[in-house]
């Protein structure tokens, strides 16, 4: 499938959910926008403040300022604080940091040199230096989306025993997936694809995660001992960049575990969390999924970045 094709089922994630939410709207680019869902009722950290190193050296589709900026300011309001990276990775520079996050990394910039973009993004050097650093006691959340993203991360995750397969996830049930969208996959308790994990049910029911939607991503898998925190089902098919179709069965779309003295998390769809929205500047198109009943992907970020840090056991 195409990046061009996959970027527009992703916008079709927002224009089905349109109706729903605001009956007159023109569809523009997807934006950035502040709402009351950034703010923090109960912060997670008042005092201590976890460095979260945001990786922006590597052709990354998604950063703290550009699609990710939600995100980057919703975990700023819970009491982490963001800094950009825009070095390649060594000991001296994943030094003092508690978390890194790595969102679509690239080997190139997609638009101006696509036949590249697929290559790895990192180093072997870099990826080992990340696989020691969360030996040591770091925490990593790593998160792929569809192709070329799954190849330009295959490296680095393969350090970790996760497998990251380069195309798009997509589901035939008409039960588990969006109307119009089969790579729009929900996740929840009724359909038990969201797994049972402290990420999932949170400190007490307040931050129980009901589910979360996906919108065209890869599948995965994780190493022995790890979570399916975003099962996928049996009727889910990877579709690769040549046409093929391939099961995906006993993959998923999410996986957590422990790695030496460090916490990972993998994700195989960057738009579940990032909180973008879809239009011209001032609308507010909910894409932490708040208006969706049986989805609370804001929550669900919340909850990744409080087990990495280790509030959740």
Same mark, same amino acid.
């Given at each position: 499938?195409?990046a061009?094709?996959?970027a527009?089922?992703k =916008?079709g994630?927002?224009m089905?959910?349109i109706?729903?939410?605001?009956p007159?709207f023109?569809?523009?680019q997807?934006?950035?926008? #502040? @709402?009351s869902?950034?703010k923090?009722?109960?912060?997670?950290?008042?005092?201590?403040r976890?460095k979260?190193?945001? @990786?922006?050296?590597h052709?990354n589709?998604?950063?703290?300022?550009?699609?990710y900026k939600r995100?980057a300011?919703?975990i700023?309001n819970?009491?982490? #604080?963001v800094?950009?990276?825009r070095e390649?990775? #060594?000991e001296? *520079?994943?030094k003092?940091?508690?978390?890194l996050?790595i969102?679509s990394?690239?080997?190139a910039?997609?638009d101006?040199?696509?036949?590249?973009?697929g290559n790895p993004?990192f180093?072997?050097?870099?990826?080992?230096a990340?696989?020691d650093w969360?030996?040591?006691?770091?925490?990593?959340? =790593?998160v792929?989306d569809?192709?070329p993203?799954?190849a330009?991360? #295959?490296?680095?995750?393969?350090?970790?025993?996760?497998d990251l397969?380069n195309?798009?996830?997509?589901?035939?049930s008409?039960?588990?997936?969006?109307i119009?969208?089969?790579?729009?996959?929900?996740?929840t308790?009724?359909n038990?694809?969201?797994?049972?994990?402290?990420?999932?049910?949170?400190?007490?029911?307040?931050?129980?995660?009901?589910?979360v939607? *996906?919108?065209?991503?890869?599948?995965?898998?994780g190493p022995d001992g790890s979570?399916s925190? =975003?099962?996928?089902?049996?009727?889910?098919? @990877?579709?690769?960049?040549s046409?093929?179709?391939?099961?995906?069965t006993?993959r998923a779309?999410?996986?957590?575990?422990?790695?030496?003295?460090?916490r990972?998390?993998v994700?195989?769809e960057?738009?579940?969390i990032?909180?973008?929205?879809?239009?011209r500047?001032?609308t507010?198109i909910?894409?932490?999924g708040?208006?969706?009943?049986?989805?609370?992907a804001?929550q669900?970020?919340?909850?990744?970045?409080?087990?990495?840090?280790g509030?959740?056991?």
């Amino acid at each position: 499938m195409k990046a061009s094709l996959v970027a527009a089922l992703k =916008l079709g994630i927002i224009m089905s959910l349109i109706p729903s939410i605001m009956p007159s709207f023109s569809l523009g680019q997807e934006i950035t926008d #502040q @709402d009351s869902d950034l703010k923090i009722s109960r912060p997670a950290y008042t005092k201590k403040r976890p460095k979260v190193l945001f @990786d922006e050296a590597h052709f990354n589709v998604h950063t703290s300022g550009g699609r990710y900026k939600r995100f980057a300011e919703l975990i700023t309001n819970d009491g982490y #604080q963001v800094i950009p990276n825009r070095e390649k990775f #060594q000991e001296k *520079t994943l030094k003092g940091h508690y978390i890194l996050v790595i969102v679509s990394a690239l080997g190139a910039n997609r638009d101006t040199n696509p036949q590249e973009a697929g290559n790895p993004a990192f180093t072997e050097r870099e990826c080992d230096a990340v696989r020691d650093w969360v030996r040591r006691g770091g925490n990593l959340l =790593l998160v792929a989306d569809h192709e070329p993203t799954g190849a330009a991360a #295959q490296n680095l995750a393969r350090r970790f025993g996760v497998d990251l397969r380069n195309g798009s996830a997509m589901e035939s049930s008409r039960a588990n997936h969006l109307i119009g969208c089969p790579g729009c996959i929900f996740f929840t308790r009724t359909n038990g694809l969201l797994g049972e994990h402290p990420i999932t049910t949170g400190r007490d029911m307040s931050e129980r995660v009901p589910g979360v939607m *996906t919108g065209v991503g890869l599948s995965l898998k994780g190493p022995d001992g790890s979570t399916s925190i =975003l099962k996928l089902a049996d009727t889910v098919f @990877d579709q690769l960049a040549s046409g093929e179709k391939i099961p995906a069965t006993g993959r998923a779309q999410g996986v957590a575990f422990k790695f030496g003295r460090g916490r990972v998390v993998v994700i195989g769809e960057a738009a579940v969390i990032s909180g973008q929205a879809t239009g011209r500047p001032g609308t507010n198109i909910d894409r932490w999924g708040r208006h969706n009943p049986g989805v609370d992907a804001r929550q669900f970020a919340l909850n990744i970045l409080h087990w990495l840090s280790g509030l959740l056991n």
